[in-house]
């Protein structure tokens, strides 16, 4: 992608945010409803298929132009986000992994936002440890009924279709090779039965589903062949993870932002507070932790465009970028005084909406454990 073209997609981008979210994002998220009217914004500006290869009716954009779409919203409204980045994880996992039949029949209608999509891998009682998933998937004919419950999952009540991790092969050791993937649409049995109620990432809707005797046609077992789910799923990953990385970044700048023009705006003791050392430090701190967390960002994506192992990179992304965001929104919070503390101001929502980075996509606690993993198997002795 040249840069003209990447200026021109983050230009209506930024314009969007500009007329068409920034306005109304406060309202929304307060009153924690959907936004529906930007889902059709969104759908216009092709973001449902902002990654999907062209050939399927996507914009086929690089990581690194994705990963700048995606902080910009996310410094607007990360809610926003999640909306189609989750919708084009699965699909991803289709376009990578997926039969030239599931591909064209689904491809283009998540493309265009016609259908939206999200993962379903978390359970009541498995998350990190994915291969405890309990949620079963049995052959009958042509089809596979499954059982059982997913929880978290985002997109599950406004969307269409998950792709949905089962067990094929619940007595399978190592489990992982008894797990298969299925692009899973509503139909009869597949139920949501509750919106959680969350701390922060309001307005998108994440909820639990329960399936009973759920029947998914054989022809939606992605790739055709059973026992590869898990690599299905983690395949993902390294971009996954620098999509959420991107998310800190937006967020980050975004507490920056609003602390450099508060600090400049508040006066105590005779002056504005960007002129107390105490205000200086955080300030100087907030800062260098948003262009590091950008940086390695921006490194991370490269090396996936490239082509190049980025795993240890995506992980570095994802655990620095997202720990600068929750770290600047609370020394953001902290430099507003009162006023940070009032849902008045956006600044208590990037304070909600950071943790959330911190546990998804893998949690800050396995980033650092894949990190020095992949630090000595690539420095052996
Ligand atoms: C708002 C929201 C939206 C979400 N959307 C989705 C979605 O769309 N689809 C989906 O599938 N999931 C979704 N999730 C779930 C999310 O991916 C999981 O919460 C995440 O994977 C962590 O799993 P867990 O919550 O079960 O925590 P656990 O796995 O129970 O972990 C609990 C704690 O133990 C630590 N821990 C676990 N194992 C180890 C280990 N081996 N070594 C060291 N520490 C460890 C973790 O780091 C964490 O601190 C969402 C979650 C939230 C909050």
Redesign the pocket.
């Known amino acids: 992608m040249s840069n003209e073209e990447e200026s021109l997609i983050l230009d209506s981008v930024n314009r969007w945010l500009e007329r068409d979210v920034a306005p109304y994002a406060h309202d929304l998220e307060q009153a924690d409803e959907y936004p529906h009217a930007m889902v059709e914004q969104m759908k216009q500006l092709g973001l449902f298929g902002a990654t999907i290869d062209p050939e399927y009716g996507g914009l086929g954009l690089t990581a690194s132009t994705y990963a700048k779409v995606v902080s910009a919203v996310c410094e607007v409204w990360m809610s926003l986000s999640g909306i189609f980045n ?1 919708h084009l994880i699965m699909a991803r996992c289709i376009q990578n992994f997926g039969t030239e039949a599931q591909k064209q029949e689904w491809l283009p209608k998540l493309s265009a936002g016609e259908l939206r999509g ?5 359970e009541p009682d ?4 994915l291969q405890g998933i309990r949620c079963a998937a049995k052959k009958d004919g042509d089809y596979y009924i499954v059982n059982g419950a997913k929880a ?4 599950s009540i406004e969307g269409d279709v998950l792709g949905l991790l089962v067990k094929t092969d619940p007595t399978a050791t190592p489990p992982r090779k008894g797990m298969s993937m299925f692009i899973a649409a509503k139909g009869p049995g597949f139920n949501v039965t509750r919106k959680l109620k ?1 701390l922060g ?1 309001r307005g998108i809707d ?1 909820a639990e589903i329960s399936f009973e005797d759920y029947r998914v046609h054989k022809d939606c077992l992605i790739g055709g062949e059973e026992g590869r789910g898990f690599y299905n799923a983690v395949g993902g990953l390294e971009l996954g993870r620098i999509n959420v990385a991107a998310r800190g970044v937006g967020v980050a700048t975004a507490a920056l932002k609003q602390a450099t023009a508060y600090s400049q705006q508040r006066h105590t003791f005779g002056k504005p507070i960007c002129e107390h050392q105490a205000i200086q430090l955080k300030l100087g701190e907030m800062a260098t932790r948003t262009e590091a967390a950008r940086l390695l960002v921006e490194q991370a994506a490269k090396a996936f465009d490239s082509g190049e192992r980025c795993d240890m990179e995506a992980g570095m992304a994802k655990y620095f970028a997202t720990e600068a965001a929750a770290k600047n929104a609370d020394e953001n919070m902290r430099i507003h005084g009162a006023y940070g503390y009032s849902t008045e101001f956006d600044v208590e929502r990037l304070y909600r909406d950071a943790p ?1 980075m911190i ?3 893998g ?1 800050n ?2 980033q650092r ?1 894949i990190i020095a993993r992949q630090l000595v198997e690539r420095n052996p002795i």
């Open positions: 989750s999200g993962i379903g891998l978390t498995a998350g990190t440890d978290w999952i985002t997109n969350k990432y994440t959330l546990i998804g996509e949690t606690e396995m454990i």
